[in-house]
């Protein structure tokens, strides 16, 4: 598991949802995230949030910029906050977390792991950062505030916790 990991925005709005930011944090991995994506958020939690808590800002390099446009040319479902996100963790060879199905096949596109907010939280409860019974809380607290979650994979996890 790469010791760098980079969240899109859906991600970061979910584990501010989910009200498990603190538990994220204790996961011992350098967290990044482009200058464009920390100033999009503006919910909990917010740019000075992830700052203060060590998240490293990043901002694209002129080359970057350059890939970032020509990639956005050909995908108008892509942010350029998204393809920001991707290139962080191209470069820094990153986790790239993100609930965005477009933004997902970019990445597998460029060979990138990727994951989701239910892989993120089952790392929580498989390192013993979340209780079984807090995960399920914090997974219903992200589908009652709208995130996108597979209703049967939130079903499953929801079984297996509260068990």
Known sequence: MSPRWVA???????VGNGEFLPAVFALGVEWLAPDLLLYELR????????LARGVSSTELSGA???????TARG???LSHVDIAAALVALDEAAILLTGDAA????AEEWGLEVHGTLWLLDRLVE???VP???AATALERICAA?????ADEVASRLARWRR
């Open 103 to 106: 933004l997902r096949a970019l």
């Open 146 to 150: 709208g995130g996108r979650l597979p």
């Open 8 to 14: 899109d925005s859906s991600v970061w709005i979910d």
């Open 64 to 70: 970057q910029v350059g890939r970032l446009l020509a």
């Open 75 to 77: 995908r108008p479902r």
């Open 132 to 134: 079984k019974l807090e």
């Open 43 to 50: 919910t909990t939690p917010s740019r000075a949030d992830l």
């Open 127 to 129: 390192f013993e950062l």
